[in-house]
């Protein structure tokens, strides 16, 4: 994480200790914007939803939301009445000491599941996490959302519009049940852009695509994933028009932010020792190419070869097979970066030696092509390592509280 | 694997060493019927598929087979029309040293995907391959399709109809990629009953159901899985009629072999130190139990919990939320053996201690009741280790030929 971080103009963050977590690390954070907001999000589309995001999606709907309550160490889900009663609490004690109204409250939550929220801590830290509110506090704000990851994850990107510059700042949290279409994580990104909502939601949209929806770490999609993208119109910038080339720059930096926060999140995953994009061309639709990306990220065995810098193609071959994708086994080309693997469904010329030092590599991408037709799709992922068996056999709930 | 193998009669079986593996461990295995049979096999819904399971798709639409002659270390999967004109070459060599016809024989492959398979070696060996078929043979040929297994799969049912007795006896291999709907697993089963070819047909389809494609390892299904099942009368009943008693005591019995071998490959699954049945009740359909059992049994975050023999409900109905099977939160209930983690949606009365107790077990049973129709699944699944990832990061090729 740069130790510069920019903050958008117009809002004040903080993160504190509020006795959730153990060993004082920060679990309860605070996003205040002085100014009123427009404000969207994607949420999990698991079927099972935490409280809170049950809650949020309520309070985006009256809109004016000025607010953002986030507390880790616990998600606050499956906790049946008491778990809706302790989310609109956490919007309460966070309106209280802010002066606002709970309904201009964000709320969420990152943690073990089924376990009730230890709400009285929560609302004995409200005042103080209020009145550490700073310019500066995005630090403490994005180590205070953190649950198994090593490193807060903050990104941010600049543009110009005449004389009026424009900042957008997101923080992201993983580390686990990372999976595309909100995966577990929780993603803040707020700017000071005057924006309309309904160009904010497109833009949102449009980035969480190719972003957050586009990684996968283990393939388990969450109860709590939610990115929420906060705009308060500080930068005094004239509205970005419908269509515009501002807006479509706009939308392509907040596109680089949150990619940059989806590959941070990738290669702080559980275990992970390799980041791997996948690129899949030539499917017969993008929803094609969807399916082959998501099989091959999420098949064990072909984790597993990544771990050991095995550029064994049959595993990845077999997974395109499953994928339910349209495939014509002739027609597969499979890459590692720019070494053919595999041509036409059969082993390629190229020496067993250098594909194995793609393969080796930290980074490195693996190109399918099924030569069919237009559909593309890229996603980020990483290896399946006896580290993330060691870490996730583990109780989870006494590694995030730091046992 | 019992030493008394019944071999029903009219089989002869054998397994050799022909070179393929090294260190003369068996890699060629043959079964022979001295009467006609009738013969029906379920394959692989890979869209990639090896050559051998296509060219046997192809010879047992012209029925009148006789012999089955397998290999392992070298799938003959992806490797184009060598790999076609490799298949048939086993098949002629297998016929000629047998005196019958290259389409009276089925042919399976298992290994390595993407390298030629030495079809040389295997012709070298057919003609011995041939002289050594013994009515004892069966555990010869059982240790010849095995790859990463550690031990060979063999069950026998035997019923009596009247004076008659009939005998079921398998023979299965695993471990790695283990899924529903034919997993990376080969099984032969032979029987000396008298059946019609549309009435084995069914019954196999009925056992197959609730035993191969109900049993899942890691998720990853393979390009050459085949059950195949092949009756030759030889035990003189009358033929069994249909939808008679008889015939479902038989449809019984079959299942009964092929449910004995699923278990035994998923307890022989790479890196599997627990046996976890999933059972799954009050969904709205069968699909939607199916999609639920699926979705826990592949989840790597649950695997891993019972892998550490924590009772983590929380990430077993985060994997019922994502299932894509209807659900409601506040109707699942989630048993581990007879005592519950969760219900209604939220966390049981059971002292932790207890769930600790039983997931500690070798053997345990998740019940998972969604209390919204009368759909139902069992599913046999396992843990997911750190020898599983150990096992799979290694190169495939290295270790099956014993390097």
Redesign the interface.
Known sequence: MSDKIKTPKGFKSSGIFSGIKENDKLDLGLIFSEYPTVCTAAFT?????AAPVRLSKKHLRRSDIRAVIVNSGN?N????KRGDEDALSMARCAADSLGIKPWQVFICSTG????PLPIDKIRNAAPSLATSLRVSGWKNFSKAIMTSDSVPKVATSQIVFGNKKITITGSAKGS??I?PNMATMLAFIVTDAAITPSDLKMATRMAVDESFNSISV??????NDTVMVMANGAANNSVLKKDSKNLSRFTGALKKVMLNLSKQLVKDGEGVTKFVTIEVNGAASIKDARKVSKAVS????VK??W??S?P????V??????SGAK?K??K?DIFFGKFAG?I????ASTPIERLKKEVSKEEFTLRIELNLGDGSHRLFTSD???E?????????ALKIQGH
């Open positions: 589309t698991n079927q099972v939803k998600a889900a499956c906790n049946g073990i599941i089924g376990y686990g049940m999976a283990d393939g388990d999609m969450s109860t999420e098949s064990s065995l597993c070869s771990n050991g095995d064994n193609w049959g595993r071959i077999d997974a395109v097979g499953y495939i086994e002739e597969v595999a036409g469904g059969v082993v399946l390592s006896e993330y068996v060691a870490f996730n056999r583990l109780e989870y």
